[in-house]
């Protein structure tokens, strides 16, 4: 197929890494424009080798292009080097399939990871020759939807959207494209506003536009209101109850470049059984829903030779909680052994299995283990209700000890509601207590050198959907104080030459909060931050937090507002009109637990009640 | 070495987008081709193993060639494996752009197809050029720089400085051909780890040479042939 690059070869040559933008990836589907009634641009808000390694935009590549009327193509985030180019020479930004302006598609679909890619969203509509605000766009634009895990709260960036996807792709998008097939072929013409009237009415579709907020005095919402009564004053998230009805990629596109994922994927459940009060993952992807072992069985061998990969991993939350692990495990090592493919684990629960796979997977010697207790006391861990006691933690470590390994890798999170100094200061002691189970477990003569606990840290982020949605942050001040707290307490352990800190950078994190927690007004800001500069905000090297504070001080937006003023249980937050399937009680229930430091039993011990048994699927109705 | 383990070269092709893919993601996609094509390849030992597999020379970013080579060692008999249906499975699953063109079983002992490399051919076309000059000219010139020159002294930079390097034994090839609306170069330089002359430092020495600035013209490059020296004579790496 002769398709001509929208690039020309002096410009491609000029750029790095013009494999970015020409296709040609293995695996790519190839579709004759001429039996296509819907053309969908699919992006990814980051650069190629980023967006490349999503596993979700693959399933919706996959999902869409099953359709015989419609193509979806794919769209990245032209680096800074070639925006620059594009804006200066006014190119369109383009499809990789067809290299076909984005303008010209049906719908821009673009997946929301994480908050800090809210500028490059700005910059693929800046670049399209796109407007802005939704309500400047007419029927000649392409609808743009919004999915991903922001779109729990994507206020922010509300203004930007037409549609956002509530839940999983699975379940609501043919429903919504052939919708939008009708509206098109209406004999009055297509009306962008009754279309979006109607998808409304479809689970899981969100219309920001059909939504008015109005505000308190003292800043703070006083409704949420739809426009109209026919649609749901609630957007209920759509969850795929069977598994066996899953779309997978079992071909997945490979690119010629290397991505930052060169693997094959295997999804093998969602949702999480845990409940951890800070993780939102956790919440917004219940109820636990495992796939069964045969059928990844089967995906997997498929994949593998669809892809030519060399290497394998399994992406899930706590993996270690999937049923048949071991089985899985036990075919893929078999499978895998003599085609010179290896097998990569996800973090799993340190304990006599996982280390016995490990062993057989990688050289004991060069690699290093990681725990992620999240926080250092055991009151502490129970406020998160990360079920880890001490003892699962030095247990593991001992085994591990044992079995040869002298690096270990620990995640914590400073900045978590209720944390006192003795809290912080509980981190570093563990790390000295494990350095010292080390010398106390391995002989002086089978030691390999001493060993090493690299100790990390993040600042929390309060999210939506989480019983900790109601929590102040602190002042970026506050964060440098506790982290540096911790670094001296560990250089007077008696360990300390065996132990090492790092810390991650407040002002990211700020960022992130008032993202996460934002409402419709912060949207100015983003727009003004876009327009003075600021683009690929997740990578350190062109983030700049000076330009962000001058946007919010420019646009009248207080930071403060959303990250370290005390909420009460009753406001309205920015998010109350989107249901993710678990009731506001559960919410405050689990918040007034971590008060109490009180920890609530995962799903397959005992149900709590959080809702997600109306989905009619998955862990709730196990065993 | 043990009678199933082969040593297979593999002639192919790399045009059209491929050309922007460097030298390690080529590599990087034959490692997966070959899996995806089930090659009987061989593989090193150990938790990472790693096939068996090197290539004759990297090709720049934004070259095409029709005359590219990699070896592999394979873990089969001939009879199990034609060298065509070697050539074969990994058409099949190959993209566009790249194209096996020749396989060929090797004797063991053979070097390796880099070890091999003695000089490569070109043809060079330009894309775009803002001077104007006649064939007959450009021929003219040509002769005197070349044809007459006793040598062709340059200052090579390498990663270790800068040294001295006299181009005119490593040019086996210098002709300039006439065609429609223009002509075009004809070269075969001095290829390998010994005496490596890329195609556009040679022509733009002979543009400099001409007077003409590098910044007056583009050139799109195509490498048409690898060749190792025997008894003094080129002959392609499978020939």
Not at chain 1, 368 to 380: C, H, I, W, Y
Not at chain 2, 34 to 47: D, L, M, Q, T
Not at chain 2, 200 to 205: F, Q, V
């Given at each position: 197929m002769d398709i001509k690059n929208a690039l020309s070869d002096d410009i491609l040559l000029s750029v790095e890494k013009p494999a970015r933008y020409v296709g040609n990836e293995v695996n790519i589907i190839r579709k004759d424009l001429k039996d296509i009634d819907i053309r969908f641009a699919m992006c990814?808000?980051?650069?190629?080798?980023?967006?490349?390694?999503?596993?979700?935009?693959?399933?919706?590549?996959?999902?869409?292009n099953r359709r015989n009327d419609t193509y979806c193509e794919r769209v990245y985030s032209p680096w800074p080097d070639l925006h620059e180019i594009m804006k200066e020479k006014k190119i369109p930004l383009f499809t990789l399939e067809t290299q076909s302006p984005v303008k010209d598609f049906a719908f821009l679909g673009i997946t929301l990871q994480y908050e800090m890619c809210y500028t490059n969203v700005l910059q693929v509509l800046d670049l399209s020759g796109m407007p802005f605000l939704a309500k400047d766009r007419d029927e000649t634009y392409p609808i743009v939807i919004g999915g991903g895990p922001c779109v729990y709260n994507a206020e922010p960036i509300a203004d930007f959207f037409d549609i956002f996807y509530i839940g999983e792709g699975e379940v609501s998008y043919n429903a919504l494209l052939d919708l939008y097939l009708r509206h098109k072929n209406d004999p009055n013409g297509y009306d962008k506003k009754a279309f979006l009237h109607e998808a409304a009415k479809i689970d899981g579709i969100y219309v920001p536009s059909l939504f008015d907020v109005t505000y308190n005095p003292d800043g703070t919402i006083s409704a949420i209101t739809p426009l109209y009564d026919d649609i749901p004053k609630k957007v209920k998230r759509v969850v795929l109850t069977d598994m066996d009805e899953d779309v997978y990629p079992v071909h997945p596109l490979v690119p010629l470049i290397k991505p930052v994922q060169d693997r094959v994927v295997l999804?093998?459940?969602?949702?999480?059984?845990?409940?951890?009060?800070?993780?939102?993952?956790?919440?917004?992807?219940?109820p636990n829903r495992e796939k069964s072992v045969d059928k990844l069985k089967e995906y997997a061998k498929e994949m593998l030779l669809s892809s030519g990969h060399e290497e394998i991993s399994l992406s899930s939350l706590s993996t270690s909680d999937y049923s048949d692990l071991r089985e899985l495990l036990d075919f893929l090592i078999t499978e895998c052994a003599d085609k010179g493919i290896s097998v990569s684990l996800p973090s799993l629960?340190?304990?006599?299995?996982?280390?016995?796979?490990?062993?057989?997977?990688?050289?004991v010697k060069k690699s290093?283990?990681?725990?992620?207790?999240?926080?250092?006391?055991?009151?502490?861990r129970n406020v998160i209700n990360k079920g880890l006691t001490v003892e699962d933690i030095m247990g593991g470590a001992a085994e591990a000890f044992k079995g040869g390994w002298n690096k270990v890798k620990l995640y914590f999170m400073l900045g978590l509601p209720t944390e006192t100094d003795e809290d912080i200061l509980a981190i570093p002691e563990l790390g000295n207590e494990m350095?010292?189970?080390?010398?106390d477990t391995v002989p002086k003569e089978e030691r390999h050198g001493k060993c090493q606990i690299n100790m990390s840290t993040s600042f929390f982020v309060p999210k939506p959907f989480t019983p900790f949605q109601w929590a102040k942050m602190e002042p970026p001040s506050e964060y440098k104080r506790k982290a540096r707290l911790l670094n001296d307490a560990m250089k007077e352990k008696l360990n300390h030459k065996s132990l090492s800190y790092q810390w991650h950078h407040p002002e990211v994190t700020i960022l992130e909060g008032v993202f996460a927690r934002g409402d419709r007004r912060v949207g100015k800001t983003i727009l003004y931050a876009y327009l003075h500069g600021c683009l690929f905000d997740a990578w350190t090297d062109y983030f700049s937090f000076e330009r962000w504070e001058e946007a919010f001080t420019a646009t009248g937006v207080d930071m403060d507002f959303y990250t370290i003023r005390e909420r009460s249980l009753d406001e309205i937050l920015p998010w109350s009109h989107i249901d993710v399937g678990i009731t506001e009680e559960f919410f405050k229930r689990e918040w007034e637990n971590a008060m109490k430091a009180s920890v609530t039993p995962n799903c397959r011990d005992k149900c709590s009640g959080c809702g997600c048994r109306s989905y009619g699927g998955g862990v709730c109705y196990a065993g | 070495m043990p009678d199933n383990i082969k040593k297979m070269r593999l002639k192919f092709s790399k045009t059209g987008n491929m050309r922007f893919i460097g030298h390690l993601d080529v590599m990087r996609?034959?490692?997966?081709?070959?899996?995806?094509?089930?090659?009987?390849?061989?593989?090193?030992?150990?938790?990472?193993?790693?096939?068996?597999?090197?290539?004759?020379?990297?090709?720049?970013m934004g070259l095409i060639s029709s005359g590219e080579y990699v070896d592999m060692d394979l873990v089969c008999t001939e009879e199990e494996y034609s060298a065509a249906d070697i050539m074969n499975r990994m058409n099949k699953v190959l993209s566009e752009g790249i194209s096996i063109l020749d396989a060929a079983y090797l004797p063991y002992k053979e070097p390796n197809a880099m070890a091999s490399v003695a000089a490569a051919s070109y043809i060079v076309h330009y894309t775009d050029k803002s001077f104007d000059m006649s064939f007959e000219e450009i021929c003219r010139k040509k002769t005197v720089f070349f044809d007459e020159a006793s040598s062709i002294n340059i200052i090579k930079k390498t990663k270790k400085g800068e040294?001295?390097?006299?181009?005119?034994?490593?040019?086996?090839?210098?002709?300039?051909?006439?065609?429609?609306?223009?002509?075009?170069?004809?070269?075969?330089?001095?290829?390998?780890s010994q005496d490596n002359i890329?195609?556009?430092?040679?022509?733009?020495?002979?543009?400099?040479?001409m007077g003409i600035s590098t910044e007056a013209y583009h050139f799109f490059i195509e490498r048409t042939d690898l060749y190792k020296n025997v008894d003094n004579t080129f002959v392609p790496l499978i020939g």
């Open positions: 990814f808000p980051d650069v190629y080798e980023i967006g490349m390694s999503h596993l979700g935009i693959q399933i919706l590549y996959e999902l869409f999804e093998i459940q969602r949702g999480c059984i845990r409940g951890c009060r800070f993780c939102q993952a956790g919440m917004i992807y219940r629960r340190i304990d006599a299995f996982s280390l016995d796979v490990m062993k057989r997977l990688s050289d290093s283990l990681t725990f992620a207790p999240e926080a250092g006391s055991q009151r502490m350095a010292a189970l080390y010398y | 996609y034959f490692q997966k081709v070959i899996r995806k094509a089930e090659i009987p390849i061989r593989y090193s030992e150990g938790f990472h193993p790693h096939q068996i597999m090197s290539f004759a020379s990297p090709l720049g040294r001295k390097v006299d181009l005119k034994p490593l040019i086996y090839r210098f002709d300039i051909k006439p065609e429609a609306n223009g002509y075009f170069f004809d070269l075969m330089l001095s290829s390998g890329k195609p556009e430092l040679m022509l733009d020495t002979f543009h400099e040479a």
